[in-house]
């Protein structure tokens, strides 16, 4: 009995002293890039993925996301991909909260003009120009679609 009691508190005290390790998201190991910086980053044609803690549809997308990430790391002529944290101060101005002046942002050079609404969504810039947007503005499915397309860049 007292051998029991024994392990079962070294147990305990092993558990409570052990910090709890909490795996970081793929969205946080990528590198990131600010608001201000989405069309202005050094790569010629690059991928930035709007993201959020607590986000269902972004852990949906985050194992597609987690394997394009690693293949581009391996792959230099692939684009980057970059992650775009929303709920930072500094990126709160990409969030439209309103419907009334969401617009195709499709072909802008100038970053106030790039919104979304929900994450994810996908952006991907080639020359300091916008030349997709996978989100609710583009598609009912930005999750799906998300996949589809990151998938295609792989092949």
Do not use: H
Not at 78 to 100: M, R
């Amino acid at each position: 009995y007292y051998i029991n009691f024994l392990l079962i508190s070294c147990l305990i005290l092993i558990l409570l002293i052990t910090p709890s390790c909490k795996k970081k998201s793929i969205y946080e190991k990528m590198d990131q890039i600010n608001y201000q910086n989405i069309l202005s980053c050094n790569d010629y044609r690059y991928i930035v993925i709007c993201w959020q803690v607590d986000c269902s549809n972004c852990e949906k997308l985050s194992e597609t996301v987690e394997n394009y990430y690693n293949y581009q790391k391996k792959n230099k002529d692939a684009p980057t991909i970059y992650g775009l944290n929303v709920n930072l101060s500094y990126n709160k101005d990409i969030v439209n909260t309103t419907e009334d002046d969401y617009k195709n942002m499709i072909g802008t050079n100038n970053f106030k003009d790039i919104q979304t609404r929900t994450t994810p969504t996908i952006l991907y810039v080639e020359n300091g120009i916008l030349i997709k947007n996978i989100s609710d503005f583009s598609t009912r499915y930005p999750v799906t679609e998300g996949k589809a397309w990151l998938e295609s860049l792989m092949k």
